[in-house]
């Protein structure tokens, strides 16, 4: 049986979501830190978001 996508409900690409949840466990930062980080990289998310 094949497991379902769990990125369907989220507008964000996959790509993104990955890269602040591995921003967020990887190194002690919060949510709005994570936020600030992608901001840099020209990445506009809010922190409810992430």
Not at 2 to 8: E, G, H, I, S, V
Not at 13 to 37: G, Q
């Amino acid at each position: 049986m094949a497991r379902p996508c769990p990125f369907k409900y989220f507008k964000t690409s996959r790509e993104i979501i990955r890269l602040a949840v591995m921003m967020y466990v990887r190194f002690p930062l919060s949510l709005r830190n994570v936020e600030d980080l992608l901001h840099e990289r020209g990445i506009d998310v809010s922190h409810e978001a992430v």
